[in-house]
């Protein structure tokens, strides 16, 4: 079945340091990938998505590519900000089955001064 | 515009009693999804209405669940009689019939605490 494995957290930074949260996927055929995030007392919003191989999605600095030889989707921002310190969620949606998501556990960011 | 709300943000309830979550998704929002985060773990998929209809029930842990949406606007989610392992943050999303895969959109989640 379908999978999605990200990098356990919490994950702690001081402010501009760069991130990176690993992802990757067990899906058959093309699926859909995408980073959701959680900020404190809100549901979870789309932060970036991309449909096929290759493809960047990009969002707020964010940035994750698409890499299906390594089934990989990892979420990158070069200069992070506390502003940014929420859960993140990397999921995929299998061709053809509408928005029917399957997630990954979710990374907690804590950004410090 | 109002977006996806969800009733109670929290409910504390015992072993065997019933507890019934309630999702207003945003309005005109055919598809309605109903998500649960067990305790560190991922986010799984329940099931999902367009209107009034069961689209797709297969995450629907047991029959101690019921989902219902009369109407087509509204949902409920009804567990009874609740058992420890339903602890968890249940989520409700929606979107509108043809907006791109994926792009969901979120309430805050009802965590329900089984004692």
């Known amino acids: 079945g379908n999978s999605v494995t990200q990098m356990e957290g919490p994950v702690t930074l001081s402010e501009e340091a760069f991130l990176t949260i690993n992802c990757t996927y067990t899906?058959?055929?093309?699926?859909?990938l995408f980073w959701y995030v959680q900020y404190p007392g809100e549901g979870l919003q789309l932060l970036l998505k991309?449909?096929?191989?290759?493809d960047k999605g990009s969002n707020k600095g964010f940035e994750a590519t698409y890499r299906k030889e390594t089934t990989s989707f990892h979420l990158e921002k070069g200069s992070v900000q506390v502003s940014d310190s929420a859960v993140y969620f990397c999921a995929l949606s299998p061709p053809g089955t509408a928005s029917k998501l399957t997630f990954g556990t979710g990374t907690r960011l804590q950004v410090t001064l | 515009e109002a977006g996806v709300t969800q009733f109670p943000s929290h409910s504390v309830i015992e072993k065997g009693q019933t507890v019934t979550l309630r999702c207003d998704p945003i309005s005109g929002h055919d598809n309605l999804y109903w998500y649960r985060r067990v305790m560190g773990k991922e986010i799984k998929f329940l099931l999902h209405f367009v209107k009034e209809s069961k689209q797709d029930e297969s995450g629907m842990p047991n029959n101690r669940f019921l989902a219902e949406r009369t109407g087509g606007t509204y949902s409920t989610l009804k567990v009874q009689p609740a058992e420890l392992e339903d602890s968890g943050v249940y989520f409700c999303?929606?979107?509108?019939?043809?907006?791109?895969?994926?792009?969901?959109?979120f309430g805050e989640g009802s965590r329900l605490t089984v004692l």
């Open positions: 899906a058959t055929g093309y699926p859909s």
């Open positions: 999303a929606s979107t509108r019939q043809g907006l791109g895969t994926g792009e969901l959109f």
């Open positions: 991309a449909t096929k191989a290759d």
